[in-house]
C-alpha cells in the first residue's frame, strides 16, 4: 500500500491555493503604520502592550503566539509551555487581570493589553502571597505547572469575590465562596501530573483566609 | 501554522467585507479553536480578521423579555451575567461545565457555537478523514469511536458536535443573527444553522462564506427547573460523553436537549410531550433511528440514566 | 565509601536538619518562574534556530522518498535533518528504539526528519511542506491477538527470570479449597509529564553541549555518545531543572538527537522541543498487559499458592513490564509461580514509567486479593494482614531488612473508619450516589546504587554540593542539602546545591526509586572526607571533631567552620559503593492504601471522596517532600484507576488520543484533600542514611484500592482498567 502525507491538507479554504505569496495589503491601514508590502511569504505585524510593566512595541510574524512571543522573544520564560494546545494551563498568564492560555492566542489580539506573567506577580526576594504559600504547603514539585498553577490561583480567589459562579456552586444567585471544591474545581483548567493538587488547594485556602 | 495576513476590523460590517475581499480569509474570535487547528494545518486560512474588537460584546434585553448576547461576549462574562444567572440558569450552568476557566474567559459566544469535533482522526492529519478532506475516508467509524456519535451520523462521518453552551442554546430556541459581506442580515434558528453530515461532513453549518454572527437572540425565559447534567470520565476539563439540559415543570413537561451524542445538540420537539412518561419512553422516541457503533452504544443507555437522574434532580 | 555493615549511629542520626519538614530549597525559583528548564537557556544560548521533528504518518513500512524541495524553499529555513543526511546512528543502551527513522519505520510518529529554521513559526510550517511518500507493512498492535505466540521473555539486566518456581504450585492450586482464577488487563498509559521532552543542543567544534531534559545524566551522556557515535567526554549534559519525568525521560530520546544533529546542519546552536501531540506515540510508554491471576487459599484464609503469569509487548529487544516482581515477595504461601511472556509489537517503545513492574501488576494482584478475601469472607485486611511474611517467600531464610505492611494495613483501617465499611457490596446509599471503601497493600523495592558527590568549602562557611543527581520533582535539592548541613554542622541556608551536570561526579540519577537514598548516601560519603579535611586544616583530631553550629569544636576549642578554609577552597569527592547487604536481605518499601468512593448510580461517574496512604519507606529525610510525591503518586493511581489509557487504533496501528485533552489525567477537580502517614522507619542496612525511596511506592496499589472501593460500592468487578462508566452502567440499578 502506498500513502504520502500530502493529503493532510484539509479544508476548503487552503483549495483556494496555498502557495500563493501573501502581500500583507491590509497591514498599513490597519495598523495605521506605514508598513511595506511583503512579498516574501511572511507576514509580520505590529503590536504594543505591557508586560509585567514594561511596555513593548513589537513587530511579530503574525503567528507567533503570546505564549512564544513572551518565552522566546522576550525572553520572560516563567510561563511555561506544556501543550501549545490548551489542554494543560502550564500557559497561563494574566490579561487585564484574567485569566486565558497564552499558547491559544495571537500576540496581535493583544493590542493595548495589560500583561502580567509570573515574574510580574513577584520575586524571589518578594514573594506574592500565593507564591509564599506555594512554597510553604508544596504547591508543587517539578515546578513546571507551578506558574501557571499560581497565576491561575490568583485570578481564581480574585473571580469568587467578583461573585463569578461556577460548575460546582450549589445556587447560581448566591455568591460563591471559598470551599475546597469550587477551588478544586476552578482550578481544573490547571494540570499538575505530579500531582500537587490538594496542596495547591491549602495553599489557596490559606490565602484566601488572609485576604477574607 | 501557515502563513497569514491579519488585520483588525472595528464593526461587524466592515469585517463581513473584508472577508469578501480577501481570498482564504477567516474570522478569530477567541481563537481557542481555530489557533488550535492552525497550529496542526486543519485550518489553514490565508488571511485573518480579528473581530474581537468589533464591538459585539454585550448583553441586552429584548422589548419582548428575551436577551441579545453579542457574538463576543465570553462565556465567562455570558455564564455570570445576572439576568443569565436567573431566568437562563441551563445556559449558564452549560457554559460552566465547559473548558476551563481560562478558556471561558476568551472563548466567545459565536466562537463556542462554531467550535468543531475533537474526533481524533480529525485531529490528525495523518488519519482519513472526510470532514478534512472531503472524500479520503473516514478512519473512526471502524476505530477508536467511543466519544463519538450515535444520531444524525452517516455512513461517512460520526463526529459529534462537542460543545455545552449550544446544547443549552438549543433547548433555550436561541436564535442567531448574521450579517453578510453584502450587509444583508438573517437570523437562523440552531437546526438551521447546523448541517447534518450526510455525505458532506466538511460543510458543517449553513453559513456562507463570508458571514458573519453579530448576535445571539433568547426568546422569554421559559419557567421551571433548569438542569445541566454533564457525564464525562475526569471531573472537570474534559468534554462530554453526553450531556442533558433539561427545562423541566412541576407538572412534568418540559424540554430537553442532548450533547455528545451527534453532530449537532440533539433536540427532538415532537418527543418532548412523553417527557411526563419518562426517561424511558421519551429518550426511545429521542434516539429513534440511532446508529451507534459497538464502541459508544453505551451512549444509548446513558442518555437514557442520565435524563432519568434530571427527572430525579428536578423532583428534589 | 563502601558500605558493607549495617549502619551504626552516625552525624545523620542527630536529625537536626534532616528529617525535618523543610520546604524546598529551590521553591522561590520554581514558584517565580526563575528556574530555568532544558528549553530555556537563552542566556547561555544566544541564538539559536529552532528544530521542528517530524514524526512518522505510518505505523510501519518504508520510507519511499521525501521530497525536500517546497521545505528547503520555505523562508527561514536552514537545514533539514534526516536519516539519510544524518549518517549512521546507534540506538542507545537502555531505550531500543531508534531515534530517526528511515528508510525503515518501526512505528507510528518515530521521527523522520528535523527541520530547522531561523524562528518557531518558520520551522513549523516548514516542516509540513515535507512530502513523504511511504510504502506500508502490515504490522502487530494487538497485545491480546499476540498473546498466545508471545515467547517468554529473556533474562537481563532489566529483566528478572522468565520463570520462578517454588514448591509444586499447580499440585497445590489444583487441591485448594478456596481458589480464584482471574485474567485482569491495564492499558497502555503515557508519563504525561508537564514539560515536553526538550533540548538546546550546541556544537564547539567537536564538543557538544546538551540543555536537555533527562532523569539520568549518565545514562543521558552514556546513549549520547552512543548514538552519535562520539566520545563521552566530548559531551556535556545539563540538567538542572526537569519539568516530571516519571522514567519517560530516563535517557536519551529524539529531541536530543534531533537538536545535536540539526546543529551540526546549521551550524548553530539549535532547540527542539516535542510537539505534545507527538510524545505519546514518539517516545516511550507504560506497555499494556494481561494478567493471569490464580491463587490458593485453605479456609482460614492461608494461601497455599500463588502464582502470576504476565503479557506485555514491545519493539523487538525491548524490555517486558514485570508485573510479577511484587507477587514474588508481598505474601506467604509455599508453592508459588510467576511468568512473563512477551510479545513483539510494532507500536512505540514501552518502557519504564513511575513503579514500573510493581504498579502494573499490582493494578491486577490486589484486586486478585480482594476478590478472594470475598470468597473467603474474610475482611481483605485481615486476609492481607493473615498472608504477611517477614521473610522473601521465595528464599526462605532471607529476611526483609524491614517490613511494616502489618502496621500500616492496621494503622491506615483504624485512621480511615475501615469497620465503617459494608462488607457487602452495594449497600451504603447517599441520594444518588453509591458509597464504597476499597483498600490495598503497596510494595515496591528499594534499590540503591552507587553514588558520588564533590564538596567544596569556602572561607565563609558556604558548604557546596556537586552531583549530577537530578531533581524531576523529587526534593532532591533539599534532601541533598539537608544532608550535607547535618553532616557538617550547619544550617540549610548554608549549603549551595548544584545537580543534573555531567561534569559533576556521578550519581545513578533519578528512576527506579533509587534516587534519593543513593544521591544523599553519596553526599554522605563526600561529607565524611570534608569532615576529615576541615579537621585537618583545623590541626583537630578527627574523632574529638564535633560539627555543630557552624562551628568545629575539638579539644578546648571552637573554631568557625569556615576557618578551614581559610587559605584555600577545601575541595573532595567520594562515592558510596555497596557490598552484600542487598542480596542478603530483602529490601523493599511498604504501604497500605484506602480509599472511598462513590458512584452516580444512573451514569456511572465514579468520584473519590478520600484517600488514605501509610508508607514504611525507611528514614524519612524529609517529611513534606515525602509526602508531596505520595500524594502525587496517589493521584496518578487515581488517573490509572478511572481515566488513563492510550488507545490503540489495531488498524492504523497507533495511540489515538495522542494529546493532553484526548487522554485524560487527573484534574483538579478529580482529588480530594489526601491523608498521608509516614510510619517511623530506620532501615541500617541500606546506608548511612538509613532511607529508601518513597516516590514510586506511592503509586502502587492506589489503583486496586479505587477498583476495590467502586466493587464495594456497586458489587460490579471491573477487571479490565480504566474502569470507566461504560463498564458500569449495563449492570448498575438505579437508585435514589
Ligand atoms: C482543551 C479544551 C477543552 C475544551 N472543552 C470544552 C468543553 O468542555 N465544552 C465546550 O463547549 N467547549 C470546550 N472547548 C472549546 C472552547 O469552548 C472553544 O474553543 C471556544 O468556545 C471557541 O471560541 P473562540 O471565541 O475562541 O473561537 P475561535 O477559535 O475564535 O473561532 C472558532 C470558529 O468560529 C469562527 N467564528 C468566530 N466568531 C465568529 C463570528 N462572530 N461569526 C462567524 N464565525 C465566527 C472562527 O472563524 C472559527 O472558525 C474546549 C477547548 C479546549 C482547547
Ligand atoms: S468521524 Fe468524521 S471527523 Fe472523525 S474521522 Fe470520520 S469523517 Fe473525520
Ligand atoms: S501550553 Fe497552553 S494550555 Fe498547555
Ligand atoms: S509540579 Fe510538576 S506538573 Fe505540577
Redesign the interface.
Known amino acids: 500500500?502506498?500513502?504520502?502525507?500530502?493529503?493532510?491538507?484539509?479544508?476548503?479554504?487552503?483549495i483556494?491555493?496555498?502557495t500563493?505569496a501573501?502581500?500583507?495589503?491590509?497591514?498599513a491601514n490597519?495598523m495605521g503604520t506605514q508598513a511595506a508590502p511583503h512579498s516574501?511569504?511572511?507576514?509580520l505585524?505590529k503590536v504594543s502592550f505591557t508586560v509585567n510593566g514594561q511596555s513593548h512595541d513589537l513587530e511579530m510574524?503574525?503567528?507567533?503566539?503570546l505564549l512564544?512571543t513572551l518565552?522566546?522573544h522576550l525572553?520572560?520564560?516563567?510561563?511555561?509551555?506544556?501543550?501549545?494546545?490548551?489542554?494543560?494551563?502550564?500557559c497561563?498568564v494574566l490579561v487585564n487581570n484574567?485569566?486565558?492560555?497564552s499558547c491559544?492566542?495571537?500576540a496581535?489580539?493583544h493590542?493595548g493589553d495589560t500583561i502580567t506573567?509570573?515574574?510580574g506577580?513577584?520575586?524571589?526576594d518578594k514573594?506574592h502571597p500565593m507564591?509564599?504559600a506555594?512554597?510553604?504547603h508544596?504547591g508543587?514539585?517539578?515546578?513546571?505547572?507551578?506558574?501557571g498553577q499560581?497565576c491561575?490561583a490568583v485570578?481564581?480567589l480574585n473571580?469568587i469575590k467578583?461573585?463569578?459562579?461556577?460548575?460546582?456552586?450549589a445556587s447560581?444567585?448566591d455568591t460563591p465562596q471559598v470551599t475546597?471544591?469550587e477551588?478544586?474545581?476552578?482550578?481544573?483548567?490547571?494540570?499538575?501530573?505530579?500531582?500537587?493538587?490538594?496542596?495547591?488547594?491549602e495553599a489557596m485556602s490559606e490565602v484566601a483566609q488572609k485576604q477574607a | 501554522m501557515k502563513t497569514f495576513t491579519y488585520e483588525r476590523a472595528s464593526t461587524p460590517a466592515e469585517a463581513a467585507a473584508a472577508s469578501a475581499r480577501t481570498p482564504g480569509a477567516k474570522f478569530l474570535a477567541g481563537g481557542t479553536n481555530l489557533l488550535d487547528l492552525m497550529k496542526l494545518e486543519i485550518e489553514a486560512p490565508q488571511h485573518i480578521i480579528d473581530i474581537g474588537k468589533i464591538g459585539l460584546n454585550k448583553i441586552e434585553s429584548t422589548p419582548t423579555g428575551g436577551l441579545r448576547i453579542g457574538a463576543l461576549v465570553s462565556n465567562t462574562n455570558l455564564a455570570a451575567h445576572p439576568i443569565v444567572r436567573r431566568d437562563y440558569g441551563l445556559l449558564a450552568r452549560a457554559l460552566l461545565a465547559g473548558a476551563s476557566g481560562q478558556l471561558r474567559n476568551k472563548a466567545t459566544t459565536a466562537g463556542n457555537l462554531l467550535q468543531r469535533t475533537r474526533c481524533p482522526y480529525f485531529y490528525d492529519t495523518n488519519q482519513l478523514c472526510n470532514k478534512r478532506v472531503p472524500g479520503s475516508g473516514c478512519a473512526a467509524i471502524a476505530g477508536f469511536s467511543r466519544q463519538l456519535g450515535i444520531i444524525g451520523t452517516s455512513t461517512s462521518c460520526i463526529a459529534t458536535y462537542p460543545g455545552d453552551m449550544a446544547v443549552a442554546m438549543r433547548a433555550l430556541d436561541a436564535t442567531v443573527e448574521t450579517v453578510k459581506a453584502n450587509g444583508a442580515k438573517r437570523t437562523l434558528s440552531l437546526d438551521q444553522l447546523y448541517r447534518l453530515p450526510g455525505q458532506t461532513p466538511h460543510l458543517e453549518t449553513t453559513l456562507e462564506k463570508n458571514e458573519l454572527i453579530t448576535t445571539v437572540v433568547l426568546p422569554p425565559p421559559v419557567g421551571g427547573v433548569h438542569i445541566y447534567h454533564k457525564v464525562r470520565d475526569r471531573s472537570s476539563y474534559a468534554f462530554a460523553l453526553v450531556s442533558v439540559g433539561a427545562i423541566l415543570k412541576k407538572d412534568g413537561t418540559g424540554r430537553v436537549a442532548v450533547g455528545g451524542i451527534a453532530p449537532r445538540p440533539w433536540r427532538i420537539e415532537s418527543a418532548e410531550p412523553l417527557l411526563p412518561s419518562g426517561a424511558k419512553a421519551f429518550t426511545a422516541q429521542l434516539l429513534k433511528g440511532a446508529r451507534p457503533t459497538k464502541e459508544n452504544e453505551f451512549k444509548l443507555a446513558l442518555v437514557e440514566r442520565t435524563l432519568a437522574a434530571v427527572l430525579n434532580e428536578a423532583k428534589h | 565509601m563502601k558500605f558493607e555493615t549495617p549502619a551504626g549511629t552516625n552525624p545523620i542520626d542527630q536529625l537536626k536538619v534532616i528529617g525535618k519538614p523543610t520546604d524546598r530549597i529551590e521553591g522561590p525559583l520554581k514558584t517565580t518562574g526563575t528556574a530555568t528548564y532544558a528549553y530555556e537557556h537563552n542566556d547561555e544560548v544566544t541564538n539559536p534556530a529552532y528544530g521542528y521533528v517530524v514524526g512518522a504518518g505510518i505505523a510501519k513500512g518504508r520510507i519511499k522518498a521525501i521530497d525536500q524541495t517546497k521545505a528547503k524553499a520555505a523562508p527561514g529555513v536552514l537545514a533539514i535533518v534526516t536519516a539519510a543526511s544524518a549518517g549512521p546512528l546507534k540506538t542507545g543502551q537502555f531505550y531500543v528504539d531508534r531515534l530517526l527513522a528511515g528508510p525503515d519505520i518501526d512505528h507510528y510518529h518515530q521521527a523522520v526528519a528535523v527541520v530547522v529554521a531561523e524562528t518557531f513559526e518558520q520551522a513549523r510550517a516548514a516542516a509540513s511542506l515535507l512530502k513523504i511518500s511511504y510504502t506500508k507493512t502490515k504490522g502487530a498492535f494487538d497485545l491480546a491477538a499476540a498473546k498466545d505466540s508471545a515467547p517468554l521473555i529473556k533474562q537481563g539486566q532489566f529483566s528478572p527470570p522468565p520463570t520462578t518456581n517454588v514448591g509444586n504450585f499447580e499440585g497445590a492450586f489444583a487441591s485448594a479449597p478456596v481458589k480464584l482464577d482471574e485474567t485482569y488487563t491495564t492499558p497502555d498509559q503515557t508519563h504525561a509529564m508537564m514539560e515536553p521532552h526538550a533540548t538546546i543542543a550546541k556544537w564547539d567544534g567537536d564538543k557538544l553541549t546538551c540543555w536537555a531534559s533527562i532523569q539520568q545524566i549518565n545514562w543521558g551522556v552514556r546513549d549520547i555518545a552512543t548514538v552519535l557515535g562520539i566520545p563521552k567526554e566530548n559531551i556535556r549534559l545539563i540538567s538542572a531543572f526537569i519539568g516530571g519525568g516519571f522514567g519517560g525521560k530516563g535517557t536519551v530520546l529524539s529531541d536530543i538527537i534531533a537538536a545535536a544533529l540539526a546543529a551540526r546542519a546549521a551550524g548553530r546552536p539549535v532547540k527542539v522541543t516535542l510537539p505534545r501531540p507527538l510524545i505519546a506515540n514518539n517516545t516511550t510508554h507504560r506497555p499494556a498487559t494481561i494478567q493471569r491471576i490464580r491463587i490458593g487459599a485453605t479456609p482460614d484464609g492461608t494461601i497455599t499458592a500463588i502464582g502470576h503469569e504476565s503479557w506485555s509487548g514491545n519493539l523487538p529487544g525491548g524490555i517486558s513490564e514485570t508485573a510479577t516482581a511484587a507477587t514474588r515477595l508481598l505474601y506467604a504461601g509455599a508453592n508459588r509461580f510467576t511468568q512473563l511472556r512477551l510479545a513483539v509489537l510494532d507500536l512505540a517503545e514501552g518502557s519504564a514509567m513511575r513503579a514500573p513492574g510493581e504498579a502494573t501488576g499490582m493494578m491486577a494482584l490486589e484486586i486478585a486479593m480482594d476478590e478472594l478475601a470475598e470468597k473467603l469472607t474474610m475482611d481483605p485486611v485481615a486476609f492481607r494482614i493473615k498472608n504477611d511474611t517477614q521473610e522473601d517467600p521465595g528464599k526462605p531464610g532471607r529476611k526483609f531488612s524491614s517490613r511494616k505492611l502489618v502496621e500500616c494495613l492496621q494503622t491506615g483501617a483504624k485512621q480511615f473508619g475501615w469497620n465503617k465499611r459494608q462488607a457487602k457490596p452495594g449497600t451504603v446509599r447517599e441520594g444518588q450516589w453509591l458509597i464504597g471503601m476499597g483498600v490495598a497493600s503497596a510494595i515496591r523495592g528499594a534499590p540503591i546504587l552507587k553514588s558520588a558527590a564533590r564538596v567544596r568549602l569556602s572561607r565563609e562557611g558556604i558548604v557546596t554540593v556537586e552531583t549530577d543527581m537530578t531533581d524531576i520533582g523529587t526534593g532532591s535539592y533539599t534532601i541533598i542539602g539537608q544532608t550535607a548541613a547535618e553532616m557538617m554542622g550547619i544550617s540549610l541556608d548554608k549549603v549551595v546545591v548544584k545537580l543534573g551536570d555531567s561534569t559533576f561526579p556521578e550519581s545513578p540519577g533519578s528512576g527506579g526509586q533509587w534516587g534519593a537514598a543513593s544521591a544523599t548516601s553519596g553526599v554522605y560519603a563526600a561529607c565524611v572526607k570534608l569532615r576529615e579535611a576541615v579537621a585537618n586544616s583545623l590541626g583537630v583530631s578527627l574523632e574529638e571533631a564535633e560539627f555543630v553550629g557552624g562551628q568545629v569544636r575539638g579539644g578546648n576549642r571552637s573554631y568557625p567552620l569556615g576557618d578551614a578554609a581559610k587559605a584555600t577552597e577545601l575541595v573532595v569527592q567520594d562515592e558510596m559503593t555497596y557490598g552484600t547487604l542487598s542480596r542478603e536481605y530483602a529490601q523493599d518499601a511498604f504501604g497500605a492504601h484506602f480509599v472511598e468512593v462513590g458512584v452516580n448510580s444512573y451514569t456511572g461517574e465514579i468520584r473519590v471522596r478520600r484517600m488514605l496512604a501509610v508508607c514504611h519507606a525507611g528514614r524519612i529525610l524529609n517529611p513534606k517532600a515525602a509526602r508531596s510525591q505520595v500524594i502525587g503518586a496517589m493521584t496518578m493511581g487515581v488517573g490509572a484507576a478511572l481515566m488513563e489509557e492510550l488507545v490503540v487504533d489495531k488498524q492504523v496501528g497507533f495511540f489515538v488520543n495522542h494529546d493532553l485533552a484526548g487522554y485524560e489525567v487527573p484534574v483538579h477537580a478529580d482529588i480530594p484533600h489526601q491523608e498521608v502517614v509516614l510510619l517511623e522507619d530506620l532501615d541500617p542496612t541500606m546506608s548511612p542514611m538509613k532511607a529508601k525511596g518513597i516516590g514510586e511506592l506511592g503509586i502502587v496499589g492506589v489503583a486496586a484500592a479505587v477498583a476495590n472501593a467502586v466493587y464495594n460500592a456497586t458489587g460490579i468487578r471491573v477487571r479490565e482498567y480504566p474502569i470507566t462508566l461504560d463498564k458500569l452502567i449495563g449492570k448498575l440499578s438505579i437508585n435514589g
Open positions: 500500500m502506498e500513502e504520502t502525507n500530502e493529503s493532510t491538507i484539509s479544508r476548503r479554504e487552503m483556494v491555493g496555498t500563493a501573501i502581500a500583507a495589503i491590509t497591514l490597519v516574501v511569504p511572511l507576514s505585524a510574524d503574525t503567528r507567533t503566539t512564544d518565552r522566546e525572553h520572560v520564560t516563567g510561563t511555561k509551555k506544556g501543550c501549545d494546545h490548551g489542554q494543560c494551563g502550564a497561563t484574567q485569566r486565558i492560555n491559544l492566542s495571537l496581535l489580539q493590542q506573567t509570573i515574574e506577580l513577584g520575586t524571589p514573594l507564591q509564599a506555594f512554597i510553604k508544596d508543587y514539585q517539578c515546578g513546571y505547572c507551578t506558574p499560581i491561575s485570578a481564581v473571580e467578583a461573585g463569578i459562579p461556577s460548575h460546582v456552586s447560581l444567585l475546597n471544591m477551588l478544586r474545581e476552578r482550578m481544573s483548567g490547571n494540570i499538575c501530573r505530579c500531582g500537587a493538587y490538594s496542596n495547591i488547594a
